[in-house]
């Protein structure tokens, strides 16, 4: 580990003069370039500097104790340097897994409603204002792209994009299969009813990322409409996009412009898209421990939300939360924090085999 970090040390003192380099700063390009990387070498590299004081503090503590008027102060010194170093280490093996490039991208979240009819489709909308309320919390900006809501309020699937610092580093654990355990509205005999909804989260990625070429995309326009058909555009400004070559389709229809919903609609294709490569590219890492957190198969029941009992469990951690009421208003954090812990944990473990 050490020799990997004297490494890092001299790439970053490197990175450090050329960045200051006006023919550099003139490349605009490669000089942000190298900001970014001496900016993610920066915490890594201030820690090691920092464990490298407190074992120099060590030795000189060895020295002073033999030294009969410095001995009290240097036997505490030496005990502060033997507690802090193994803490210093733990931090330096965290700062040293390598960091998803995606974490601090924009996410595009999909909702769908799975199996249970009415219900799931409510429950889908009950999921869709949770992760609103999150957002407003993390004061974060959600976009609806697409929607297709049922005469109760529900959702069928909605689609929506959300903007934010890091907010792909802490939404990318929701993806699965969501199940809730309730009596619905709907139920005269008060019966319990187990319901899904699907959640899918992708990072917002750009043209430069995934590359798709024009004559592989049919456009398809039509009128936009509201729940039961209500609300009906008099213009065709909806958008389907269908990409060819894999069958993916994207749309849009919550935008008045046409303009405006093909974007939004190739945004989520590119997504999409880019989801697909990154996890056939993952399927062909042989060797490589993956997480089991980080990377859950979108099919995988990874949540249960049990109204009766108020308790919602993640089956990934085995963890479960009994404040229904505040977490569906986006209290999300306990649960996010401790998955990412769990993920931190299982790349710690796969790094020491």
């Known amino acids: ?25 003139a490349k605009q390009d ?33 020295e002073l104790v033999k030294d009969p008027e410095m001995k009290e102060l240097a036997e505490e010194e030496m005990k502060e340097a033997k507690e802090k170093l193994p803490q210093i280490e733990e931090e330096l093996k965290i700062l040293l897994i390598p960091k998803d490039p995606d974490d601090d991208k924009n996410v595009i979240c999909e909702i769908r409603a799975g199996a249970g009819g009415e219900e799931a489709a409510l ?31 529900g959702y069928k699937e909605i689609s929506f994009m959300i903007k934010g610092k890091g907010a792909y580093s802490r939404l990318k654990f929701e993806s699965g299969v969501h199940r809730v355990q309730r009596v619905p509205e709907t ?10 909804a699907s959640v899918s989260v992708l990072p917002e990625v750009g043209d430069i990322e995934i590359k798709i070429n024009p004559e592989d995309i049919k456009m398809e326009v039509f009128r936009s409409s509201g729940a039961g058909g209500q609300h009906i555009n008099k213009t065709s400004s909806a958008v389907r996009l269908i990409h060819i070559p894999t069958g993916m389709v994207a749309e849009c229809q919550t935008e008045r412009s046409q303009f405006q919903n093909r974007d939004y609609a ?12 990154k996890e056939e590219r993952d399927s062909k890492i042989k060797n490589e421990r993956r997480s089991q ?55 710690l473990k796969g790094n020491e085999e």
């Not at 909308?125 to 109760?152: I, Q």
């Not at 139920?187 to 319901?195: D, F, L, M, Q, V």
């Open 1 to 25: 580990m050490f020799d990997n970090l004297d490494e890092i040390e001299k790439k970053y003192e490197d990175l450090t003069k050329q960045i200051s380099d006006p023919d550099i700063i």
């Open 30 to 62: 490669e000089w942000k370039k190298m900001m970014k990387e001496h900016s993610s070498l920066e915490p890594i590299v201030e820690k090691y500097r920092e464990y490298k004081k407190v074992k120099q503090d060590l030795e000189e503590s060895k």
């Open 123 to 153: 429950f889908a909308g009950t999921l869709f204002r949770m992760y609103s309320m999150y957002c407003d919390r993390k004061h974060w900006k959600l976009e609806v792209l697409n929607e297709n809501a049922t005469e109760l309020g």
């Open 187 to 196: 139920e005269a005999s008060g019966r319990i009813h187990t319901s899904t």
């Open 266 to 277: 190739m945004k989520l294709l590119q997504s999409r898209l880019y989801q697909k490569e």
């Open 293 to 347: 957190i980080g990377n859950a198969d979108r099919s995988e029941k990874i949540r249960t939300y049990n109204y009766p009992q108020g308790r919602i469990t993640d089956h990934r951690i085995g963890m479960s939360i009994y404040q229904m009421e505040n977490f569906l208003n986006g209290d999300l954090d306990e649960m996010i924090d401790n998955l990412i812990a769990a993920d931190t944990a299982e790349k």
